[in-house]
C-alpha cells in the first residue's frame, strides 16, 4: 500500500517508539554482562540485548526508508524528551528477579503485537515483524521459564520475584496505551489494535503467573504518554550517548 502523507508521519512517530523501547532495554539487558548469577545465563542475556538493539535497528531503516533519518543520530544524538519509550523499560536493572519479571512483560506484549503486525497491510513492516518474532519467541521462552522457577523456588525467590510484579505490573500496562493519531494507522491495517491486544495479554500473563504462584496486583499508577519519562532514563543515555558525543565520527551499528 501507498501511505499518504498525514500516515507516514504517523509511521515515522510509531516506529520511533518501537525503536526506543528497544534500545533501552537492551542497554539495561547489557548492564548485567559479566553480572548474571550463573555463566550460562551471562551468555544469554548478552545475546537478549544484541538482539534487542537489532530489532531497533531494524525499526529505524523503516523510518529511514520513510523520511530519510539517520539511526544513529536517532539514538545517540536526541535529548532524553524526545525518546518515546516506556517507563517500564527504563527503570534500574535492579536484582535478578526484577530483570526477569520486567523482560516477561515487555517479551509477552511483543509476541502478541508481532504476531498481528505480521499482517500489516504495509509490507516493509509485516517483513520486518516476521524476522523480529523467530527471535522473540525464544526471548518468551527463556524469560517465562526464568520466572516460573523464581515464583515456585525458594521463599526468597518468590518474594523479590512478587516485588518485583507488584512494582512493574502497572507500567506493563502502558505497552498498550496509543501514541496520539495511532487510530489512524489501525484503521487502514498498518499496525495492531492496541486496546484490542490488552484483554488478551492480560489473560495470557495473569494464566500463567497465576501458574507460577505470583498474583498480579490490582490497580498502580498506568502511565498515559510516552514523552513521561523518570529520571532514570537521563543516566542512562547520558552513559550510552557518551561515546558519541565524544567522537560524533564514531560509528554504532
Do not use: C
Amino acid at each position: 500500500m501507498t501511505l499518504d502523507p498525514y500516515l507516514k508521519e504517523l509511521l515515522v512517530i510509531k516506529l520511533t517508539a518501537l525503536a526506543d523501547d528497544e534500545v533501552v532495554l537492551a542497554q539495561r539487558l547489557a548492564e548485567w554482562v559479566a553480572h548474571a548469577p550463573i555463566l550460562e545465563e551471562d551468555i544469554a542475556i548478552a545475546n537478549l540485548a544484541q538482539d534487542e538493539l537489532g530489532h531497533a535497528k531494524l525499526w529505524l531503516e523503516l523510518r529511514q526508508e520513510l523520511d530519510g533519518s539517520d539511526p544513529d543520530r536517532l539514538v545517540y544524538f536526541r535529548d532524553p524528551l524526545d525518546y518515546q519509550n516506556a517507563i517500564l523499560v527504563e527503570l534500574p536493572k535492579g536484582d535478578w528477579a526484577f530483570t526477569m519479571v520486567r523482560q516477561y512483560l515487555f517479551d509477552a506484549y511483543e509476541n502478541l503485537w508481532l504476531k498481528e503486525a505480521a499482517k500489516s497491510a504495509y509490507p516493509p513492516l509485516a517483513e520486518a515483524t516476521s524476522r523480529i518474532l523467530k527471535e522473540e519467541r525464544f526471548h518468551l521462552r527463556h524469560t517465562a521459564l526464568w520466572v516460573e522457577r523464581l515464583g515456585q523456588g525458594t521463599e526468597e525467590s518468590h518474594r523479590r520475584a512478587q516485588e518485583a510484579l507488584d512494582t512493574l505490573f502497572p507500567y506493563a500496562r502502558q505497552l498498550f496505551q496509543p501514541l496520539p493519531g495511532e487510530e489512524a494507522l489501525v484503521e487502514v491495517g498498518v499496525v495492531p489494535d492496541l486496546k484490542a491486544l490488552e484483554g488478551l495479554y492480560l489473560d495470557e500473563v495473569r494464566g500463567f503467573l497465576g501458574r507460577a504462584g505470583l498474583k498480579p496486583p490490582e490497580g498502580g499508577y498506568v502511565p498515559k504518554s510516552r514523552r513521561e519519562h523518570t529520571e532514570y532514563l537521563w543516566s542512562l543515555l547520558a552513559e550510552m550517548q557518551s561515546v558519541a558525543r565524544w567522537d560524533p565520527e564514531a560509528k554504532a551499528w
